[in-house]
């Protein structure tokens, strides 16, 4: 069987672990230092049969919007959110409604990341929010929790 590359997009804003998550499914490595990443960085893994081309979008601010060339094409995307910071989990429903109206039949994972340091009252309210419509994933990029799934589940919805 051939395979079929696929586009897909890590939003959130910044410091959410975006990068950190590419990092952890990828090379299988994590880091405490921050680094901010600058436009997008583009990393690719085989998922079966899925050549999933990951772009790593950089963070979002209210003063900063995501470019929509950079989420042109893509198939999917991981909305990312940090477990630690209300804001974040806020800019959930700005960031998702932004990649779908560039890419309306594109398939949407929820990552709550940072789930080793969860605040569950932050928790409570995002799976209330957004559990009924997506799936939500609780994500630690630094122990590896979830993430693969994350990716895999997200690949596996892209064939068709």
Same mark, same amino acid.
């Given at each position: 069987?051939?395979?079929?590359?696929?586009?897909?997009?890590?939003?959130?804003?910044?410091?959410?672990?975006?990068?950190?998550?590419?990092?952890? /499914?990828?090379?299988?490595? /994590?880091?405490?230092?921050?680094?901010?990443?600058?436009?997008?960085?583009?990393?690719?893994?085989?998922?079966?049969?899925?050549?999933?081309?990951?772009?790593?979008?950089?963070?979002?601010?209210?003063?900063?919007?995501?470019?929509?060339?950079?989420?042109?094409?893509?198939?999917? @995307?991981?909305?990312?959110?940090?477990?630690?910071?209300?804001?974040?989990?806020?800019?959930?429903?700005?960031?998702?409604?932004?990649?779908?109206?560039? =890419?309306?039949?594109?398939?949407? @994972?929820?990552?709550? =990341?940072?789930?080793?340091?969860?605040?569950?009252?932050?928790?409570?309210? @995002?799976?209330?929010? #957004?559990?009924?419509? #997506?799936?939500? #994933?609780?994500?630690?990029?630094?122990?590896?929790? =979830?993430?693969?799934?994350?990716?895999?589940?997200?690949?596996?919805?892209?064939?068709?």
């Amino acid at each position: 069987m051939t395979a079929i590359a696929r586009k897909i997009c890590l939003i959130g804003d910044f410091g959410v672990g975006k990068t950190s998550l590419i990092r952890q /499914f990828v090379d299988r490595q /994590f880091s405490d230092q921050y680094l901010s990443t600058v436009g997008v960085k583009i990393s690719k893994k085989m998922v079966e049969t899925v050549q999933l081309l990951i772009w790593d979008i950089e963070g979002q601010t209210k003063f900063k919007s995501i470019s929509s060339s950079y989420l042109q094409g893509a198939k999917g @995307a991981i909305i990312v959110g940090d477990a630690t910071r209300r804001e974040t989990l806020e800019q959930l429903a700005i960031h998702t409604e932004h990649f779908l109206s560039v =890419n309306p039949k594109g398939q949407l @994972a929820i990552a709550i =990341n940072k789930s080793d340091l969860i605040d569950r009252e932050i928790l409570e309210k @995002a799976l209330e929010q #957004y559990g009924q419509q #997506y799936t939500i #994933y609780l994500t630690s990029a630094k122990t590896g929790e =979830n993430v693969d799934r994350l990716f895999q589940e997200l690949a596996h919805s892209l064939i068709g």
